[in-house]
């Protein structure tokens, strides 16, 4: 125990240590930006002018609020009152200008003083620690300790989690509650092969850490539909495998029961999220509504002006969730303009030639960890190679695999962050196919 203890604490220093030599993107600014609702909250006392209404002006502060989460937002504000930092020390809105030149930013004030942009990078780090834990506490699901080194190994050390874990973005807290979430359905999957009832605190942390993971980003859907429908897959093929477990009279009562439990679960952490986010305070279904034209109208923008590769084919979209986690080399920046810009061509070389910047992306150990990748999904289906016992936990892994495939099966932009939940997925079959691997070896040196 002491050991994973220490594990864990020599990842997450890792990680803080190279905080400051992240290269810097221009969306940190943004969400340092919106911190302010802090103050707006916390210090000015004027909650009632967080609810937003149409017309939502591009960069206006109703746009930004109803298209970002919360979460990263009051944790910057909190850790910036706390080193006496004020509203006035933000950059100008919207935080970083992207209809400008790098160097025209820079000079209206756009790039936020070190010690502004190190508290929303704190804020990052401290997420970003909870989603190395919830790996660690995922990958002890699937084989127990070694699955888990592994996992967080590959996972704290990929250096797109790494990069993008260490900004200020909402991408660390989308992992962290994310993860927090899959950990806690397996949990209640497992729990429940062994027959335990009730469950309600687990029941209460789950409704808790989906609400936050879409709280932190809308993209944390994928891990809450994983974690939901991973856990309703696992009570069906309980069910089948035992259908008078507990009632004989009732065979599939407790399906019925759990289907119950997870609906409930859902609504409850639905409530939650609007209550934890203002900017859907009035009238949430319309406010719904508008985030999802919004959402739509970024997508175009995106792929008419700043993306020109977008949108991207299906056979391309596919190469990428190969390639992405391990074969494709860290993108810094998506403005094409930003490759023109001196300093940020010079911190990247910096980043990249210091130690802290993860396990380079080298050809060679790709395609070894791709393979593996595909020898732990086989494990997952085949018993011989698997090198965990319960079947519950399965269910969980595959079907949060399968949304995570389709969801970047329907996403045009060919952006790189929006891989970053298929990263921790890979990191977990890589570590259950070297177990696997390990445990076939075995087998066949002390058979007969």
Do not use: C
């Amino acid at each position: 125990m002491v050991g994973d203890a220490l594990w864990l604490a020599a990842l997450i220093i890792y990680a803080a240590l190279g905080l400051k030599l992240a290269p810097f993107h221009g969306d940190e600014a943004m969400h340092i930006y919106t911190s302010k609702d802090y103050t707006t909250v916390f210090i000015d006392h004027k909650l009632q002018s967080l609810p937003v209404n149409p017309p939502y002006d591009i960069d206006s502060d109703s746009r930004l609020r109803l298209l970002n989460g919360s979460v990263m937002r009051y944790t910057v504000g909190f850790i910036m009152q706390a080193e006496g930092l004020t509203k006035q020390d933000l950059p100008p809105r919207p935080g970083w200008d992207w209809g400008l030149h790098y160097a025209d930013d820079i000079a209206s004030g756009h790039l936020p003083s070190e010690p502004v942009l190190m508290a929303g990078r704190t804020a990052a780090l401290i997420y970003f620690a909870l989603s190395i834990i919830a790996m660690f506490g995922i990958g002890w699901q699937f084989g127990g300790r070694w699955v888990a080194y592994i996992a967080t190994a590959l996972y704290a050390l990929n250096p797109i989690i790494l990069l993008n874990g260490r900004r200020a973005l909402v991408e660390g807290a989308m992992l962290g509650f994310g993860l927090l979430a899959i950990w806690i359905a397996l949990e209640i999957a497992r729990r429940r092969e062994k027959g335990a009832k009730g469950l309600w605190g687990w029941w209460l942390a789950l409704i808790v850490s989906s609400a936050l993971a879409l709280v932190s980003k809308y993209s944390g859907t994928i891990f809450v539909a994983g974690a939901f429908g991973g856990i309703f897959i696992a009570e069906v093929v309980r069910v089948v495998r035992k259908p008078t477990e507990g009632n004989p009279s009732r065979p599939y009562g407790s399906l019925v029961s759990s289907t119950l439990k997870l609906t409930a679960s859902g609504l409850l952490a639905l409530v939650l999220v609007v209550a934890l986010s203002p900017a859907l305070w009035n009238d949430p279904v319309s406010r719904v509504r508008d985030l999802g034209q919004m959402l739509q109208e970024q997508v175009e923008i995106v792929v008419s002006i700043l993306a020109p590769n977008a949108p991207t084919t299906i056979p391309q979209r596919v190469e990428g969730i190969v390639t992405q986690p391990f074969l494709t080399p860290v993108a810094y920046f998506e403005q094409a303009s930003w490759a023109d810009a001196a300093p940020v061509m010079a911190s990247i070389a910096t980043y990249e030639a210091s130690p802290l910047s993860g396990i380079p992306v080298n050809p060679v150990i790709g395609i070894i960890l791709t393979v593996l990748t595909g020898v732990g999904l086989v494990a997952v289906f085949w018993s011989r190679l698997r090198p965990y016992e319960s079947w519950a936990v399965s269910p969980v892994l595959v079907i949060w695999l399968l949304v995570t495939i389709a969801n970047l099966l329907i996403n045009p932009l060919p952006w790189q962050r929006y891989y970053l939940p298929l990263i921790p997925i890979d990191a977990l079959l890589i570590a259950i196919g070297v177990m696997g691997i390990i445990k076939v070896v075995r087998q066949r040196r002390t058979s007969p």
